[in-house]
């Protein structure tokens, strides 16, 4: 068995095996953090920043990512204050401004509260989350699929633009993507984007009190507590 | 060269070396940087060398060519010791003038002298100009001891006695806490205290730990890491000895911005140097302390030099940050534990360890200890490195050593701190170069950078630039960078079109701090500051390109307006001849106009016309 440390998540003591980390070990326990870039299973990439939490150290806090943090005996977190909750909205608005045409995405936005986009929305094809590139088992360990170019000409690609050999055909980069989601209504056309918030009345108690309900929202981002994902 | 065996050898050569020199009757310094390269300096020196030795006088005159004195505008130069005579501007038909002149004869040549702009004086030693005087010159003074070439040249000035007083006389707990009494902090940015990380290694399990020496140097107008490699590798590699001895690594990497073809080549070269002579192998100088480092060649990207990014890039990975939630100093490189520092911070650390850790905390402030370079540019009448007490004030600095506004005109800010630093008011100048002075005021030190910055400047467009710049340079892992930059970027756009509303100043600031605090690395942590503290000192600037539409300094393109100054105007037509879009008006003796609709706002006419006569506004 491997061996036990607790930790303090929003006031709960959580006793949780070595070695995981913080975001793991608060839906094990049925507390919500939002969570995109994030697979389970593999080392985490702290790219979408959703996943923020408040670490406590020597009443000293400091805003990092749970899904990197890995959990320490005696660790206090909180994952739902006011501050977090802004910060996490904030970036939840960045993201639905530039794909409001994925449902993973409005949900998202939605269960972290943004209520308005302040942004002119842009419909990209690609959030970068780079779920796919994190799944993709392809040959031999070498993935078929990465990321090339910096800054805001990062993208996904084989290398050589073409379907690499490498590719397996096995499905998983697409299965997990969150454009792949159709969204309630089909594809925005673009200079008609909005903020859905159809499903706002599901969220209401999840985003007060950071509990996990099983949310619908939860399929649109696979988070693997949803009912649809279990 | 000969191999040196013990302690006793390297002293024994030390003590020939100097009397050797004591037959040199004089020295002609030359600087040899890469800024007085691109000057020329090769072909003056080669002059000089052809003149000594026609004139037979090889032996008795000894030329070194030195890595960068920081006064690159003023390239090639030459000091001449003894005398301290400083010569600028240099051709190589002056060598033949100066030879029988000056070393000859002990007669300056007056020309070739420095004519300080502020006063207008002519300046004989070099000790004497504004730009030296008001320096505290410790790490820089020692680039023109040494050729950079020569490890002979730095043995002679007593190098490498730190290292081996380091290594026989203090255990490795004892030199952590020199360097932490000392007050040393990182000069790289973060300004973090250089002894806790050490110690902090030292004490992180595993035998095998690294060393690494940060020269990636990416910030746009910054040499001070480019001046101190250059010019004394050995310094540097001096430094890294002595850390590695503390914390017990046995590898050392010097990670140096591909850019900086003279700094590999010499750094290179002071590591094979270090080697033949038996400071970097096994078991040195009959110790049991075994130490090699590596040149490797930088990635290419500003990022890189994020520390996290350099470790996958020196890894063969491609140079992108990670999360850092456990410290590299145990978790580094090869996930083993690694203490990395700035080449400015390892370069301070053999003096330290040779003067005693009160000794470099007597300079500075009480958080900020030792001395500063610092990379002075803009709008000023003397750009250079410049090298300060860490308690020195904005004010000295561009004042005293930068000799205020060029052209007379009024200097309106300063941007410290590189790319994602801030910019502060000129009544903010009486502050220090402190690392917690000024980072409580927006800014900080950061790597050195300073950017002066007079009235024509406009603030808006100075945050454009920087937001531009770190966009390009964001790796774009992460979301708040790479969109949160994006859409400050979009709305500072905005605003300099004149399509700004008010609301969105508010934005600013909440997306600015919502990216300092969620950002992945240092780069997106820092990537609002120069918005935020424009925001800050400069709000009535944004509030013109909103509310009034009116650049007030007049760079805004979108928002200015070409006129013609009817009292000044001389009715030359020069300018109604340079317009290439036939846009002004006017015959012989009639005040000439500009047809708004016509006018592309190119500012051929405003550079043509020689009475001032055509207004921005
Ligand atoms: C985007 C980015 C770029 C950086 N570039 C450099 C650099 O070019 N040189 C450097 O010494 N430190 C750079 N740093 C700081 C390093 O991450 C690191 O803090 C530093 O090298 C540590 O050395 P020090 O403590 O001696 O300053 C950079 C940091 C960031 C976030
Ligand atoms: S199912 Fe919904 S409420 Fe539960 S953890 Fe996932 S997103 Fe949060
Ligand atoms: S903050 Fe910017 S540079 Fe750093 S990891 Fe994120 S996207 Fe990359
Ligand atoms: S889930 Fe943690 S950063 Fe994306």
Redesign the interface.
Same mark, same amino acid.
């Not at chain 2, 605090?517 to 992945?520: G, K, N, V």
């Given at each position: 068995m491997t061996p036990k440390v607790t930790v303090n998540i929003d006031g709960a003591n959580i006793k949780t095996a070595r070695g995981s980390s913080v975001l793991d070990a608060a839906l094990e326990h049925g507390t919500c953090i939002p969570h995109l870039c994030r697979v389970p299973y593999i080392e985490s990439i702290g790219a979408c920043r959703l996943c923020i939490v408040e670490h406590v150290v020597n009443g000293w806090s400091k805003v990092t990512t749970s899904c990197t943090l890995l959990v320490q005996e005696g660790m206090v977190i909180l994952s739902n204050t006011e501050k977090i909750r802004k910060l996490r909205r904030n970036v939840a608005e960045l993201l639905v401004s530039q794909a409001p045409n994925s449902r993973a995405i409005q949900d998202i936005a939605v269960r972290c509260g943004v209520k308005e986009v302040r942004y002119p929305f842009r419909n990209s094809e690609c959030v970068l989350c780079g779920r796919c590139v994190q799944l993709c088992p392809g040959t031999f360990g070498v993935k078929a699929i990465g990321f090339v170019g910096r800054g805001k000409d990062r993208r996904v690609e084989s290398p050589f633009d073409i379907r690499s050999e490498l590719c397996n055909e096995c499905g998983s980069c697409t299965d997990l993507c969150p454009m792949t989601v159709v969204p309630c209504d089909g594809p925005m056309k673009t200079g008609e984007e909005y903020l859905c918030r159809n499903c706002e009345s599901k969220m209401a108690f999840a985003e007060e009190q950071g509990i996990c309900i099983s949310c619908d929202f939860g399929e649109g981002f696979q988070c693997e507590r949803s009912p649809q994902n279990f | 060269m000969t191999k040196i065996n013990t302690v006793k050898d390297l002293k024994a050569l030390r003590k020939r070396l100097l009397k050797e020199r004591k037959k040199i009757r004089a020295t002609l310094v030359l600087c040899g940087g890469t800024g007085c390269q691109a000057s020329r300096c090769q072909d003056v020196t080669d002059a000089v060398k052809n003149e000594l030795a026609k004139q037979g006088l090889k032996r008795s005159v000894c030329v070194r060519t030195t890595g960068c004195h920081g006064f690159c505008e003023q390239g090639p130069l030459m000091v001449i010791e003894p005398g301290n005579i400083f010569y600028c501007h240099i051709l190589p038909d002056d060598a033949h003038e100066i030879v029988t002149k000056t070393i000859l004869d002990g007669e300056v040549v007056e020309r070739l002298l420095y004519t300080d702009p502020v006063s207008g004086k002519l300046i004989q030693t070099e000790s004497e100009i504004p730009f030296y005087r008001a320096q505290d010159r410790y790490l820089l003074a020692q680039n023109r001891q040494v050729d950079p070439c020569s490890i002979e040249d730095y043995i002679a000035i007593g190098g490498y006695s730190a290292f081996t007083k380091a290594l026989f006389e203090i255990p490795p707990e004892s030199v952590v806490r020199e360097i932490k009494d000392s007050g040393l902090r990182g000069r790289g940015g973060g300004g973090f205290p250089t002894g806790r990380k050490w110690a902090e290694c030292q004490k992180a399990p595993g035998d095998e730990k690294y060393v690494i020496c940060n020269a990636d140097e990416g910030d746009p107008g910054a040499y001070m890491d480019r001046c101190l490699l250059e010019g004394n590798p050995h310094l540097v590699l001096e430094g890294m000895m002595i850390g590695a001895w503390a914390i017990g690594a046995q590898q050392g990497y010097v990670y140096v911005r591909n850019e900086y073809p003279l700094a590999v080549k010499h750094a290179r070269m002071a590591v094979d140097q270090a080697r033949k002579i038996g400071l970097l192998s096994d078991k040195i100088l009959g110790s049991s302390f075994s130490f090699d480092i590596d040149i490797a060649r930088g990635g290419g990207?500003f990022?890189c030099g994020e520390s996290t990014a350099l470790m996958a890039s020196l890894e063969g990975k491609?140079g992108e940050p %990670?999360?850092k939630?456990?410290h590299t100093v145990v978790d580094g490189l090869w996930h083993k534990p690694t203490t990395l520092n700035n080449v400015e911070t390892w370069a301070n650390v053999p003096s330290i360890i040779l003067n005693g850790s009160s000794w470099f905390a007597s300079k500075g402030s009480k958080g900020s200890k030792g001395t500063k370079i610092l990379a002075l540019t803009g709008h000023i009448k003397n750009t250079g490195l410049v090298e300060v007490a860490m308690d020195t004030t904005i004010n000295t600095v561009v004042f005293d050593i930068g000799g205020g506004g060029s052209n007379g005109n009024s200097i309106k800010a300063v941007q410290t701190g590189g790319p994602s630093g801030g910019c502060l008011p000129a009544d903010k100048f009486d502050l220090p170069v402190d690392f917690d002075v000024l980072a409580k005021a927006g800014s900080m030190v950061g790597s050195g950078g300073m950017v002066v910055m007079d009235q024509e400047t406009c603030m808006v467009d100075v945050a454009k630039y920087f937001l531009t710049f770190l966009?390009?340079?964001?790796? /774009?892992?992460?979301?708040?960078c %790479?969109? /949160?930059i994006? %859409?400050m970027l979009?709305i500072i756009t905005d605003i300099t079109e004149g399509n700004g509303t008010s609301w969105q100043i508010g @934005?600013l600031e909440? @997306?600015g701090s !919502?990216v300092s605090? !969620?950002? @992945?690395c240092g780069l997106g942590k820092t990537a609002a500051n120069p918005v935020l503290s424009t925001l800050r000192y400069f709000r009535d600037e944004y509030e013109a390109h909103i509310h009034a539409k009116k650049c007030p300094a007049g760079v805004c393109q979108a928002l200015v307006t070409y006129k013609v100054d009817a009292e000044k105007c001389t009715c030359c037509g020069i300018c109604k001849r340079g317009c290439p879009h036939g846009a002004i008006v006017g015959k012989k003796k009639q005040v000439h106009a500009i047809n708004l609709d016509l006018c592309q706002k190119c500012g051929i006419c405003k550079s043509e016309c020689d009475f001032e006569a055509i207004q921005v506004k």
């Open positions: - | 990207s990022v491609v %990670r999360p939630d456990v966009q390009d340079e964001s790796c /774009g892992k992460c979301v708040p %790479r969109m /949160g994006d %859409r979009e @934005l909440e @997306l !919502t605090q !969620t950002a @992945l």
